[in-house]
């Protein structure tokens, strides 16, 4: 089996050791980047995963194997390394080992974090951030996998977030940290959803979500979601249709709609419906009721039963006819 498939496997419980090794000569390693996104470090004998700093200058990698290479991912025993590189000096600054190394990040300055997956397979992991000396700068350990972190440019500031899990504290959480303070400023459950990426602004001190299709938004240093507004209405002009109406069918269950003008939700479930809503039979009945719900809102009862029949016809099972009917008995249809 290649070192490929042995890759993100289960994990995870939190890991016994940590060990890093400054070196006293700094090692001299020439790296070689490969076309399959590793790295190979000859002195080192091993091929590893790697991501640099934004500068280019540091590189961190990792390999989630043994010592021997012959055992990866989801395994019992057998800690993987981590490297911190420069590249311009072209020398290995710092090597050490963990349990399940992944998804490290680098910073500028060289500080780097590192997710720690763990043995076995319950659900836990830990989050670390290490200075280019060595010194342990954060340790959170947790009782859920960890699914995506990062680091700020500088860094000032770190962010994991964690799948669901059991564990109420700790399943389901964007965390942020001030690593210069050596602390955690917050842990909250993200508004925003799941995180395709980060963009964590030291000088304001935010901590930006990158929403595939829909946008950056951003957090406050205590974990305040300060782009609600902005994130509603970007779901509600995103591409996706599916996006569209699911944040219409969230809205229109709120007091209030939670600020949004029932026109620009009408607006958008019409857009829904030509950019692919109305190709399938489900999402199509869906649209129409959510209209005739916007319509209701609006005042305009004849509207909204046109809507609400239109999505009985689609879909007779859609849960609107005693609406449709109750609208047809009172405006007398």
């Not at 021997?68 to 050490?96: A, C, F, M, P």
């Not at 770190?158 to 602390?183: H, L, W, Y």
Request: one cysteine or more.
């Amino acid at each position: 089996m290649s070192f490929l498939d042995f890759l993100f496997g289960k994990a995870k419980k939190p890991p016994l050791n940590f060990s890093s090794d400054r070196h006293s000569q700094i090692e001299s390693a020439e790296m070689a980047e490969e076309d399959d996104g590793f790295f190979e470090i000859p002195r080192l004998g091993m091929f590893v995963e790697y991501e640099r700093s934004p500068s280019k200058e540091w590189v961190i990698c990792w390999r989630d194997a043994n010592e021997e290479g012959t055992r990866g991912g989801h395994r019992d025993s057998g800690r993987g390394i981590y490297v911190l590189y420069n590249s311009t000096r072209k020398q290995v600054v710092l090597k050490g080992k963990v349990e399940r190394p992944n998804s490290g990040h680098v910073a500028d300055n060289g500080t780097f974090s590192i997710e720690d997956w763990g043995f076995g397979s319950d659900l836990s992991g830990v989050f670390y951030v290490v200075s280019p000396s060595g010194e342990q700068l954060i340790k959170k350990v947790l009782r859920a996998n960890i699914f995506n972190s990062a680091i700020s440019r500088n860094g000032k500031y770190a962010v994991c977030q964690t799948a669901n899990s059991p564990s109420e504290e700790d399943g389901g959480k964007m965390i942020g940290f001030d690593i210069e303070a050596r602390k955690q400023l917050f842990s909250v459950e993200p508004e925003a959803g799941w995180a395709d990426g980060y963009d964590l602004v030291e000088e304001s001190v935010q901590f930006c979500v990158k929403v595939r299709d829909v946008g950056i938004f951003c957090y406050d240093a205590a974990g305040v979601f300060r782009d609600g507004q902005k994130f509603t209405i970007a779901k509600l002009n995103s591409n996706r249709f599916d996006l569209i109406l699911i944040t219409a069918e969230a809205l229109l269950k709120e007091p209030g709609l939670h600020g949004v003008d029932p026109l620009v939700i009408l607006s958008a479930l019409a857009r829904a419906r030509t950019i692919g809503a109305d190709k399938d039979q489900h999402w199509k009945a869906l649209a129409l009721k959510l209209q005739g719900a916007c319509h209701e809102t609006l005042g305009n009862e004849s509207d909204a039963l046109v809507a609400y029949d239109e999505a009985l016809v689609v879909n007779p099972k859609i849960g609107v006819k005693r609406k449709a009917d109750a609208i047809r008995k009172k405006i007398g249809k």
